[in-house]
């Protein structure tokens, strides 16, 4: 009964290529967050919807597409990949953007 | 924008003994204030939490206290164990902003 579930839970793949991460919830929670945390472990948001809508976009490439279908959805896309965006991804939710928020278990990408 | 600073960035004990975690943040409008663990390989996992209305919170071996006159809050672990190795995050989430805003993270090292 995984609350927050993202998958793949590893990925490695070359240059150039285009991934998607996918994420889900079943906490029934309005907002949804993809965080990057680079190799010093920092966490930095890079989206935020609310109920299907972007909220916050923080500076990010434009290669990194999300895509909401569906509150309970929140997926990432990411074309052309480069070297420097391998890091761990995590997807979360939150019942609104002013509460705690409940981290899926992370998507480890390695870029070669 | 919110600024969430952290000290220290690591931070050894010996088993037994103290820990603590020391966070500011910028925007007085902030009232909300997590702290997160994340060990090795999972994902960052809220311990405990505080608003802007209480002074102070304890959860058995763990406390935070928040003063915000000087924006400062600070997470404090008693009675150190070696479970407790991990990296702690503070975060403030920003009644401007919508967002939560993580400090840098403080890797905690307890000795046997």
């Known amino acids: 009964d995984t609350a927050v579930s993202q998958t793949p839970k590893y990925l490695v793949t070359q240059m150039g290529n285009d991934k998607s991460i996918k994420c889900e919830q079943n906490?029934?929670?309005?907002?949804m967050y993809w965080y990057k945390q680079d190799s010093k472990k920092f966490l930095k948001i890079m989206f935020s919807?609310?109920?299907?809508?972007?909220?916050i976009n923080e500076t990010v490439p434009n290669r990194f597409s999300p895509k909401s279908p569906d509150k309970a959805h929140l997926n990432l896309h990411i074309n052309s990949l480069e070297l420097g965006d391998s890091a761990v991804y995590f997807c979360?939710?939150?019942?609104?953007?002013?509460?705690?928020?409940?981290f899926g278990e992370g998507s480890w990408l390695t870029v070669v | 924008g919110e600024n969430v600073e952290q000290h220290p960035s690591t931070l050894s004990v010996q088993e037994g003994d103290s820990a603590v975690i020391k966070c500011t943040y910028s925007?007085?409008?902030?009232?909300?204030f997590p702290w997160y663990k994340q060990e090795l390989g999972k994902r960052p996992q809220l311990i405990i939490d505080?608003?802007?209305?209480?002074g102070e919170k304890k959860d058995q071996r763990i406390a935070v206290t928040l003063n915000k006159t000087a924006k400062h809050f600070s997470l404090h672990i008693t009675e150190t164990q070696p479970e407790d190795s991990a990296v702690y995050f503070c975060?403030?989430?920003?009644?401007?902003?919508?967002?939560?805003?993580f400090g840098s993270g403080t890797q905690l090292t307890v000795l046997p």
């Open positions: 979360a939710s939150s019942p609104d953007s002013r509460n705690t928020i409940y």
């Open positions: 975060a403030a989430v920003s009644g401007s902003a919508r967002q939560l805003t």
């Open positions: 505080i608003r802007s209305n209480v």
């Open positions: 919807y609310n109920n299907k809508e972007l909220i």
């Open positions: 906490l029934g929670h309005d907002t």
């Open positions: 925007d007085s409008a902030s009232n909300y």
